[in-house]
């Protein structure tokens, strides 16, 4: 077994108190018993707010919204399986937590049953009426982002549900229904509006033009509601009453679907194509997951993301291997923090990933892969090769920019993608009582979709956000050259994403060492990779691993977290060439890996300090 070395510290013993008092209400089996609206509060979200981290023996929940791990708790404790709470969390993220995920949009979700990794695509897919001209204006240039963003042009069929749905029947042991209940009580009940949701309606500019969502999240003033205001989405609980009794055939057919459909093709100004029959015609896909071995501190372990359409689990294995063939395992903390040394490497690291990601990472549907199998840019040789591009002497300068690689010698039909903006996300880790472990990241892309909201009944308040994923494709089709872009929009195709639901095992037991992801648009990668490098490498906790300053580069120039890192290391990396931009890095990592606490095996969890996540479990 993987040991970490773990004090319970006052400070941990306190977040742990506190936890009990605030979540009173969870420790009853009976899933329907919801704690009053009072009892949990969002914590503070719009500032950094330390975090002591998790200890649990059995099972444990981590989430991005209070109230939404409640519900996954809830689940757990009346013996549902991880996949029975990762269904009660997305629905109470759907309503808590609009912004970044819902049943309007898709997910990717990475299960282990104690014996088999499998990988479950709920991605988007691009209406069958679409072609690789969605995304380009009457002159035939790129849209501008919200042009392209607000409206039905950006919707593509949501998957959520349908994939939720095929696990359920694989790995549920409740009732599919019995799951819905936390969300279809706090809709109908109310929920208070967090500090992290009233900051974001207070910025966002797009959302009151649709007249749904302004009536729902604003006051008549059109200020949002106040933090701690009661919000009540009896719209959504009518949906979502009908996704338990149905399933997901309520969302692709009926009622449901000509709701969404009409929001979509009938959009005054920026209308979709989506259609009914895509909504029908819609299917998750079990895909096999992307493993690679992982050595660090003399330990081997296997590592496991979710495979293309992602992007995620290439990139994340392409840097740790390329760090593998470089001298940063020799590089520890600098006084808590990833020194200016080490921080070379891993950008040049990131560099040479994302050229490989722009040029070849797309719908495994519609491109082949490199010499004809994803795996081809994991191979050591080819890792080796490239990181002879990455120069380690003291005082090395920055290659800047990287050109993609040519795994196996392959020459490759396709232009590089020119890096876009992405947005959104949460993420959900879960570990059960019988072993099984979920690693789930959840999307409507950019924050609040498509400003589209869907109701059954105009007179009910609220509904639910449907997603803009569209804009993850490529928005120009081809290059100056007019050679086509690997991930241009197709009809039925599935849009690139960063998403990277990971789970790490021990290579010699098999066993469930880690499950971890984030939020954060192509920042997601970084996010994750620290966190991972952070725990096998340096072998910190999960809380301090995710709290780390965050970092990372897109092939571009240098990206610190702002106000994280001393002016010595900035200057230093400056010195040797790097753009270095401090920039706000918002991630929303959650993380739950395997320990000992005083010789007893248990589960060690954290949550990203810059979002209002905790953890929770026995």
Not at 135 to 142: I, S
Not at 171 to 186: R, S, T, V
Not at 370 to 379: C, I, K, Q, R
Not at 502 to 519: C, E, H, Q, R
């Amino acid at each position: 077994m993987y040991s970490l070395k773990f004090s319970r510290t006052g400070r941990v013993q306190h977040c742990l108190d506190w936890l009990s008092l605030a979540l009173l209400a969870a420790c009853t089996t009976a899933l329907a018993q919801l704690p009053s609206v009072e009892s949990i509060q969002s914590e503070v979200a719009t500032v950094y707010a330390e975090k002591s981290g998790w200890t649990h023996a059995k099972f444990a929940v981590a989430a991005a919204n209070p109230l939404a791990t409640q519900a996954g708790y809830q689940v757990l404790k009346a013996g549902g399986s991880a996949t029975d709470a990762a269904i009660a969390v997305q629905m109470v993220l759907t309503l808590v937590e609009p912004q970044n995920s819902g049943i309007g949009g898709g997910a990717f979700l990475l299960h282990f049953d104690g014996r088999v990794v499998e990988a479950y695509d709920g991605r988007e897919t691009a209406p069958a009426a679409a072609d690789e001209t969605l995304l380009l204006g009457a002159n035939g240039k790129p849209l501008a982002f919200y042009d392209a963003v607000v409206g039905g042009r950006s919707v593509g069929t949501p998957g959520t549900v349908a994939m939720l749905e095929m696990v359920h029947k694989q790995h549920g042991k409740l009732p599919w229904a019995q799951l819905f209940e936390p969300a279809i009580a706090l809709a109908s009940e109310g929920f208070r509006v967090s500090p992290r949701l009233n900051s974001l309606l207070g910025t966002e500019e797009h959302l009151k033009k649709d007249p749904v969502a302004n009536a729902y999240f604003y006051k008549a003033d059109g200020t949002p509601h106040e933090v701690g205001h009661l919000l009540r989405n009896p719209a959504l609980a009518d949906v979502l009453k009908k996704i338990a009794q149905h399933g997901a055939k309520a969302m692709q057919e009926g009622d449901v679907a000509q709701a969404i459909v009409d929001k979509v093709q009938k959009h005054p100004s920026n209308p979709g194509q989506l259609s009914l029959a895509d909504l029908a015609n819609y299917k998750a896909i079990k895909r096999a997951p992307l493993c690679h071995d992982y050595r660090a501190r003399a330990h081997d372990f296997r590592v496991c993301g979710f495979p293309p359409p992602s992007s995620g689990a290439i990139a994340i294995g392409q840097i740790l291997g390329l760090l593998d063939q470089t001298n940063a395992s020799n590089l520890p903390l600098d006084h808590g923090l990833p020194s200016a040394d080490w921080l070379h490497l891993y950008t040049e690291a990131s560099r040479l990933a994302f050229a490989d990601r722009a040029q070849y990472l797309a719908d495994p549907d519609f491109v082949q892969p490199p010499a004809g199998h994803w795996m081809s840019l994991l191979d050591p040789a080819y890792l080796a090769g490239r990181a002879q591009l990455i120069s380690q002497a003291p005082g090395a300068m920055s290659m800047k920019t990287a050109k993609p690689g040519s795994p196996g010698g392959m020459q490759t039909a396709y232009a590089p993608m020119p890096e876009q903006v992405e947005y959104g996300t949460s993420h959900i880790s879960i570990v059960d009582a019988w072993g099984n472990g979920i690693a789930m990241t959840t999307t409507i892309e950019n924050g609040f979709g498509s400003r589209q909201m869907v109701t059954l009944n105009p007179a009910l308040s609220g509904g639910f956000l449907l997603n803009n994923e569209l804009t993850d494709f490529s928005f120009s089709p081809t290059d100056a050259f007019s050679t086509p872009i690997a991930n241009r929009v197709q009809p039925g195709k599935r849009p690139r994403s960063s998403m990277s639901p990971t789970l790490i095992f021990d290579k010699s037991s098999g066993s469930l060492i880690m499950s971890v992801g984030s939020p954060g648009g192509a920042q997601i990668i970084h996010f994750t990779a620290k966190t991972i490098y952070g725990v096998l490498n340096w072998g910190l906790l999960p809380q301090q691993a995710i709290s780390l300053p965050n970092f990372g580069s897109l092939n571009g120039p240098t990206q610190l977290e702002e106000k994280r890192f001393p002016k010595t290391t900035v200057d230093a990396l400056n010195a040797r060439g790097h753009e270095v931009r401090e920039v706000n890095m918002t991630s929303g990592l959650q993380a739950i890996s395997r320990g000992q606490v005083q010789g007893v095996p248990m589960w060690l969890s954290g949550a990203d300090p810059r979002r209002e996540g905790i953890v929770m479990g026995e």
